[in-house]
């Protein structure tokens, strides 16, 4: 079916394309034909009312309901065929295989979640009465939850489906029993505007109220910010760069009523070298490295874009492969022309630095869009007090810091930034020499990953996406994994509340 152009609010689609604008296809750097409204205030406030109005119902739904509309979500999404991958490879210049396993993915934590609502993972906490307790009787209490509020979700760039409309932040708020309004990526307005049209039929599959989803395209700064303003808005969920995420954080936080913001804002995801490992196996080391840095262009905010390297044996033979195996590798189309121009001036920024150097470079093949990959050097000497090689590069490029053992490797560890992730690649005696450091690892990190590399998030209900500032804007949360629902949710005690007017998980 041809698109509308039009933004989805409770059930309708609105706006006329008076302040439009058009998709993109990276890939011939060219627009593609349908114009796409430009969300405003007024649509903001359509779409919080609709939200407002449709809480209440929503969140009395019990969880055998929340579940089945979930997964009517996914049935719909899977429906759309290879439309909706036509389309989204379009838009972003990923493989078809590629977006075909994203939108398993997408349709994957849809029906976890639906699972999850089912079988609770949470245990019911309960401190029965005691009214014979001296010197003071103690009542019944029992702790439960309720849910936040309409939630207002922002897609992201680099996975217009798992990270998007119907993506992961959508998905927990939804099993939560919040509304959910989500602000689409302007980089992929077609591929949002056919999942809100398969989550619409789900709402009336399910005879649920019509404000419980909205989208609403656009591209304008102000539209973000009134979203995040609004005060029917009881939480955000974000995917994106580091400066729009703590700009929307910062709005968030100076509301009258300031409400949570639950920013994941991308990393270096550094790679930690043991001697012990890099001895036995620097060829194999070096071949995970260039597998892991290309997956999607680099575009993943679990992309290994730093390694601390010893010198000890192994590492001349770990950077001759590194070098040889990135000078094959050709340069990809980026996700948009603005996200390519960001990688260009993020490398050269890198390669400004005092004492960076170049090692490799893939074969540029001329894309207005593409990507060269890139790997640079530079000691530890070099790196320490230096905060601008922490930073990440968004795409295929990486720095490796060399002389990274002993005290400089303590060092370098220190001063890391929060990071999504941390591998350690290191035998067992490595492991066990190294313990302090392991310790040190684990508080600049959400996750640890021990010899595997960090590209790819496993959705299960032991997952935890998320880390330290600035890795993260609420770190003690996860954005993937069964406690992603946690964020969209507070808890509520109730004393000595009648048995017949509590939750049912509380009777």
Known sequence: MPLTGQHFIAGQWTGLPQHDFLAWDPRTDAPLPTHFADGSEAEVAAAASAAADAFAPYRRLDTEQRAAYLEAIAEEIEALGDELLNRAEQETALPAARLQGERGRTCGQLRAFAGWLRS???????????????PLPRPDIRLGQVPLGPVAVFGASNFPLAFSVAGGDTASALAAGCPVIVKGHPAHPGTSELVAGAIGRAISRCNLPAGVFSLIQGRSPALSVALVRHPVIAAVGFTGSGPVGQALAKEAANRP????FYGELGAVNPQVILPGQLAAQPEQLAEMQIGSMMMGQGQFCTSPGLVLL???????????????????????????????????????????????TELAR??????????VPLIYRVSADDALGNAALFEEVFGPCVLVITGAQGPAL??????????????????????????ALLEALAYTSGRLIANQMPT?????????HGGPWPASTAAQTTSVGAEAIQRFLRPLAYQNWPTAQLPQALR
Do not use: W
């Not at 121009?341 to 920024?349: E, K, L, Q, T």
């Not at 893939?362 to 990507?371: I, V």
């Not at 790819?456 to 935890?464: L, R, T």
């Open 456 to 464: 790819g998030v496993e959705v299960c209900a032991a997952q935890n």
């Open 410 to 435: 303590d060092a370098l560890v220190d001063t890391l930034p929060g990071q999504l992730t941390c591998t350690i690649h290191g035998t067992a005696d490595d492991f066990a020499r190294h313990e």
């Open 310 to 356: 010893p010198n000890s044996e192994g590492a001349d033979r770990y950077l001759a492969s590194l070098a040889e195996g990135l000078s094959s590798q050709t340069e990809g189309v980026m996700l948009t022309p603005g996200i390519a121009r960001a990688y260009r001036s993020g490398a050269d920024h890198l390669a400004s630095q005092n004492g960076v």
């Open 362 to 371: 893939g074969r540029n093949e001329g894309n207005p869009n593409g990507a």
């Open 120 to 134: 609770p993972l949470h245990p019911v906490i309960k401190d029965a009465a005691l009214p014979d307790r001296q």
């Open 257 to 260: 009523r300031p409400i949570p």
